[in-house]
């Protein structure tokens, strides 16, 4: 009997201890890519702080109105991205959960295709379409509403509108995952109750879909903040973001620790609104 227990034991410990080693597994790659990205910021403060006293790359960067320029514009343009694309994803979002499956899989299907499509090729398809003789020029032109080419790029609005683009999907399946799990007998319960359609949206989904606005948000507005291919290409040199100047600093000129000191104040920056927003919804959601 004794033996029995011990081998019964035995067969049900044995479980947890594979278990843990599936674990420690799973999280060697989690460990690795952290070490990595812990070695990138470590690399980044060392560039930023050597070869000038007392902080100057910062001193530098924080004190001349030429370089707080690309900082502004950059926050700027993120957060336009980041408005426009979290109303445009969730109108589709929402949309989506009225339609067919079949439907609903084609969408993501173009979502999806417009997601890994190469980014060179997406912006100068967006470059062809919003160009002085672009389709949309021309379109307007032949129907007398402009006299003239209206500049659709090589502008703020040209790299938002790029930046919309490639970061649609960012906002869409976020918010849709939160929208298709609202039990649709709550909006049927507030239209029995009188409620009109705007109304129930407003005070039982729109609620509900929080989470996944706010996710869709800090997703959005960094990769917006990040961005580099789109405002190089759309902005045409006119609109110069944080990650070009990078770019500029340190493959251009070689000064890479002013480089790395514009980079980490932008990434500082960024986290620390990101925190403070996620802050803001965690206490409202805790009400």
């Known amino acids: 009997m004794a033996r029995g227990g011990v081998i019964a034991t035995d067969v049900i410990a044995s479980p947890s201890r594979g278990s843990g080693g599936v674990r420690a597994a799973l999280a060697a790659p989690s460990f690795v890519v952290l070490a990595l990205l812990a070695a990138a910021l470590s690399s980044l403060v060392i560039a930023s702080v050597g070869g000038t006293p007392w902080f100057g790359h910062y001193r530098k960067f924080l004190t001349d109105d030429l370089y707080l320029a690309y900082l502004i514009r950059s926050f700027r343009v993120a957060a336009w991205t980041t408005l426009v694309t979290i109303v445009v994803g969730y109108a589709i979002a929402y949309t989506m959960t009225q339609l067919s499956a079949t439907t609903r899989r084609l969408i993501v299907m173009l979502l999806v295709l417009q997601f890994f499509s190469v980014s060179v090729t997406r912006i100068y398809s967006i470059i062809l379409l919003l160009g002085n003789n672009g389709a949309v020029n021309r379109s307007l032109l032949a129907l007398s509403v402009i006299d003239a080419p209206v500049r659709l790029i090589y502008n703020e609005l040209g790299v938002v509108i790029g930046l919309v683009n490639a970061?649609?999907?960012?906002?869409?399946?976020?918010?849709?995952?939160?929208?298709?799990?609202?039990?649709?007998?709550?909006?049927?319960?507030?239209?029995?109750?009188?409620?009109?359609?705007?109304?129930?949206?407003?005070?039982?989904?729109?609620?509900?879909?929080?989470?996944?606005?706010?996710?869709?948000?800090?997703?959005?507005?960094?990769?917006?903040?990040?961005?580099?291919?789109?405002?190089?290409?759309?902005?045409?040199?006119?609109?110069?973001?944080?990650?070009?100047?990078?770019?500029?600093?340190?493959?251009?000129?070689?000064?890479?620790?002013?480089?790395?000191?514009?980079?980490?104040?932008?990434?500082?920056?960024?986290?620390?609104?990101?925190?403070?927003?996620?802050?803001?919804?965690?206490?409202?959601?805790?009400?």
């Open 167 to 287: 970061s649609l999907p960012f906002a869409v399946f976020p918010i849709y995952s939160v929208l298709e799990r609202v039990p649709a007998s709550l909006r049927e319960a507030a239209y029995t109750l009188g409620a009109r359609r705007a109304r129930s949206f407003w005070q039982v989904v729109f609620p509900l879909s929080v989470p996944g606005v706010a996710a869709s948000v800090v997703i959005v507005f960094l990769y917006s903040l990040g961005a580099f291919a789109t405002p190089l290409m759309l902005g045409g040199g006119f609109v110069d973001l944080i990650s070009v100047f990078a770019y500029e600093q340190a493959i251009n000129f070689s000064n890479y620790g002013f480089a790395a000191a514009g980079a980490l104040v932008s990434t500082v920056l960024g986290l620390a609104l990101v925190y403070a927003f996620t802050a803001v919804i965690e206490r409202r959601a805790a009400t």
